[in-house]
Structures are given as C-alpha cells and as structure tokens.
C-alpha cells in the first residue's frame, strides 16, 4: 500500500541559544538529509554570525526553513515566551515542539510517525526510539569543538518503560506520572499542533521559573490530552556531554538539591498542582500528596547515587569504559548499539556523518 506524502504536515521548531557549532552541524545534517519538513528557527543567542548565516537561504538550498531573531534569553521566563510565541507561528497539523542543535533526527522514523498519527485519530503524538551518543575521549570536555566529530561515537539505546500508551482517566494518569521510575523519552515526539500550543501559554500565563516543573508540566499535560505511540525505528539520537551549563551547576551540589533550593521552586509547583487539581474535581490533597512523594524519591535516589565514589575512579579507566557506562552512569538502562545490525542503517548514517564532519566555520 503506497503512503501519501506527509511531508507537508509537519513543522520542526529549533530553539537556539548560542552554541553556534553545533547549529553549523545540525543545519549540515538536515541538508544532506534533504530534510522534507519544515523548520522554524527561534534564536535567542548573541551570535551575530550564526544569524547572518541562517539567513543567506542559499547556504542550505535542500531546505524549507524560517529563521526568527529573538532577545537575547536572559532568563528562563525569556525562554518560555520565546518557546510560546514560536510555536505559536506553526500552522502545519503536526509540530515537533522543540528541537536541539546537537541532536540527530532520522527523516525515516519521523515519516513513520507521522503516517501513524494520520491513520490513528485516537493518538496526539508519535515518535520512535531515542538513543544517546557519546564522543568517548571528550567525555569530561565542554569546548563545543571537541564533540562536533570524531570516530568513537558510541550509540546507545535507553530501554525505559512506556506508559503514554495507555487510554487512563486524568486521575489514573496523575498518580501513574508520579509514580513512575524512568520518563519516557517523548519530549522530541511529534504532537498534533493547537493542544501543544495551549499548554506552552499556559506555561507563560502560570510564569514558571523553574525547567524541572516546566519539563513535568509537559510531559503530564501532553498524556492528559491523550495517548503517545512509540514505534520500534529509530527516531532521534541525543548526544550527551555537550552542555557545560548542567556540569557547572552540579559540580558542588546535586540537582535535587538545586531543585529543593531554588527560591521560584515553591510557587511554580503550586501552580502546577492547582492546574492538574482542576482536572480531577479539585482534590487538591490527592495531587499534592503524589507530588510531594515524588520529589521526596528523587531527593533520595539522588543521594543514595552520589555515595558510589567509586565510580569517578572506575570512570577514569579506559578499559573499562563501557562497562561503566551499561552498569554505573545515567544510561545504565540502556544497551550499546550494534551498527553492524542491518535495521540500524539510519544509526549508521549518523556514525559516519561524525566521522567525517568538519565544521563549517
């Protein structure tokens, strides 16, 4: 049976924030790729280079694209309304709310996913397995230039559960969110477009200041307007060690312990659990009570994690890289990809597009 051309219904929103290397590097990724969808660029960096480049259109003819200057995002409530209003201009049926620069789509799990939305009315977003990617000699750097190509980049695919799926009512899908392990990696999932554009308002008209309690806000809400698929083909690969600001902040303390101490952390979960008391009768003491034990677990299993000094020396040795990354690191539900398997082509792909990338600027 031959599909239609899906391509038209979908629109993918780049949010940007300096780090121009990796912006050079995706751009390159999507040409090659002859990426069929639409992009909107939302740049609220400093980098006056990177905007006169995305601006020359003839820099990437295989691409339809939008770039839009913002003010410089300053702080996180910046953020959220430079998310709000870009994602505000898509008017495809489809979005991919918000893209990063130093990810890797695959056009074939993106396709796949959109068909499936198509046929299936009953779901309101889509994707495919999310790996992670690691440039293993730069691990502890955060010169951007040191992860932008390389030869030993390691895939991995994260195996957690998935509850989004499942046709609950809110109450049920409150206390399931909240009670959870492992999130389900469906933040870069294709979602049917007015329902996401309500909940990033409702983000600035609540003015969160906090990206933890934004994350579960979004997450929840977009269960709350109905079922997630994910389908079994590789969707997205995300490359880790590229951020310096989450190493800076957790050198000295956890983040539990960043979340528990922010000022703005108080007021913006209370906003939360008023927003999602609304939709079960207003018991309030029900959803305070679940999310009060989830921020308690986390706070735990957060402490119990840093008494494992160990593995910063385990970590240092190269023969035993691996080995720590499948048993000790974040990823340690997750499998080391074979890209020998002939249904990781599109996983291949990626491999030999950072071997050979050399950056444009």
């Known amino acids: 049976m031959e599909h239609k051309d899906v391509s038209p219904l979908l629109t993918i929103v780049l949010t940007l924030k300096d780090r121009s290397p990796f912006t050079y590097r995706w751009m390159r990724w999507m040409q090659e790729n002859k990426c069929p969808f639409k992009i909107l660029i939302a740049d609220g960096g400093e980098d006056a280079e990177v905007e006169k480049h995305l601006q020359d259109h003839s820099n990437y003819p295989n691409l339809n694209y939008e770039y839009i200057r913002y ?81 030993n980049f390691e895939i991995f695919l994260e195996n957690t559960p998935f509850i989004y799926d499942q046709a609950l009512d809110s109450r049920e899908k409150i206390a399931r969110f ?86 703005n952390y108080a007021p913006s979960i209370q906003r939360m659990i008023n927003h999602f008391t609304s939709m079960i009768s207003d ?19 957060e402490h119990d994690c840093n008494k494992l000094n160990v593995q910063s020396y385990i970590k240092k040795l190269t023969i035993f890289r691996k080995l720590y990354h499948l048993i000790f690191s974040s990823f340690s539900n997750t499998q080391l990809i074979n890209l020998n398997l002939p249904r990781n082509s599109e996983l291949k792909k990626i491999n030999a597009f950072m071997k050979n990338y050399q950056n444009e600027k």
């Open 178 to 263: 909240f009670n959870q392990s492992h999130e389900p990696t469906s933040w870069y999932y294709i979602y049917r477009t007015n329902p996401v554009q309500k909940v990033l308002n409702d983000i600035v008209s609540y003015n969160f200041t906090n990206f933890e309690v934004h994350e579960r806000f979004i997450y929840l809400s977009f269960w709350l307007n109905g079922k997630v698929k994910r389908l079994t083909v590789p969707y997205l690969i995300r490359q880790s060690n590229t951020s310096s600001n989450g190493d800076l902040l957790t050198r000295k303390f956890s983040k539990a312990y960043l979340l528990i101490s922010d000022e």
């Open 71 to 151: 003010p410089y995002d300053q702080t996180i409530s910046d953020f959220f309304r430079k998310h709000a209003d870009i994602v505000s201009k898509v008017t495809t049926k489809y979005m991919i709310m918000q893209a990063d620069n130093d990810d890797f789509f695959c056009m074939d799990g993106i396709r796949q996913s959109l068909q499936f939305l198509e046929e299936n009315d009953d779901f309101f977003g889509c994707g495919g397995e999310v790996f992670y990617g690691i440039l293993r000699e730069h691990e502890k750097s955060h010169n951007p230039n040191d992860h932008l190509s390389g030869d």
């Open 283 to 301: 018991d309030s003491a029900y959803v305070r009570d679940i999310i009060a034990r989830y921020y308690e677990r986390k706070v735990h299993a």
